[in-house]
Each structure stands twice: as structure tokens, then as C-alpha cells.
């Protein structure tokens, strides 16, 4: 059995950080990009950031480009999400996603797995 799970979420004022991580089991994603996303209450769930098998491409939504940075471990088949510069627009359920494709890896549809989600707020 598949399975993500997010850890790393909390409260935090702007201007912050936090490093968000999920840890995958059931199988390895070490061959598959792995993406982060992230769902506002009353929005569509968003792309926040990718990273590809090998770890040397990675894909950022403008809005988070140059706060946030997404890298894996692919020993440990986990990805990291490193968010500073924090913003209150950043505030979401953020979610890891594994098993879609790099060329889509921007598209929430092309994911087979999903987490539970992580709740990141920011405090102005």
C-alpha cells in the first residue's frame, strides 16, 4: 500500500519559515518527479513547486519562485519543501504527490498519489 505522508506544518507570523517533508512507503518514487500543491479554503487545489527523479530540475509556481525550494532524498524516498519569506496568501493545506510525469508534473490530474495534506498558516 501506497503512502504519503506530510509533516512539517504549522503556524507561523510572515516573513517566516518552515521546511515541509514528505516521507513516501509502499514503494520508490526514485524514478518519478514528485510535486508539491497547495489548497486555499474556497480555491482549486494549486502548483506550488516539482522536482525531477534525479533531483537536478525543479519547477516553481511564480508566486512562490525564489521564497520556496523543493529537493529530495531519494535514500530516504522523501521530498522536502523549504518555504521562507512566508506570506498570509500562503496559507493553504499543502499536499505531496508522486507518480505523474516531469512534462505534466504541473498538472494536479497527472498524479497518482497523494498525501493527506499539511496545514500551513501564516499570521500577518
Known amino acids: 500500500q501506497v503512502q504519503l505522508v506530510e509533516s512539517g506544518g504549522g503556524l507561523v507570523q510572515a516573513e517566516g519559515s518552515l521546511r515541509l517533508s514528505c516521507a513516501a512507503s509502499?514503494?520508490?518514487?526514485?524514478?518519478?518527479?514528485m510535486g508539491w500543491f497547495r489548497q486555499a479554503p474556497g480555491k482549486e487545489r494549486e502548483f506550488v513547486a516539482a522536482?525531477?527523479?534525479?533531483?537536478?530540475?525543479?519547477d516553481y509556481a511564480d508566486s512562490v519562485k525564489g521564497r520556496f525550494t523543493i529537493s529530495r532524498d531519494n535514500a530516504k524516498n522523501t521530498v522536502y519543501l523549504q518555504m521562507s519569506s512566508l506570506k498570509p496568501e500562503d496559507t493553504a493545506v499543502y499536499y505531496c504527490?508522486?507518480?505523474?510525469?516531469?512534462?505534466?508534473?504541473?498538472?494536479?490530474?497527472?498524479?497518482?498519489?497523494w498525501g493527506q495534506g499539511t496545514q500551513v498558516t501564516v499570521s500577518s
Open positions: 509502499g514503494r520508490t518514487f526514485s524514478s518519478s518527479p
Open positions: 522536482i525531477n527523479w534525479g533531483g537536478d530540475y525543479t
Open positions: 504527490a508522486a507518480g505523474g510525469l516531469w512534462v505534466e508534473a504541473r498538472n494536479v490530474y497527472a498524479y497518482a498519489y
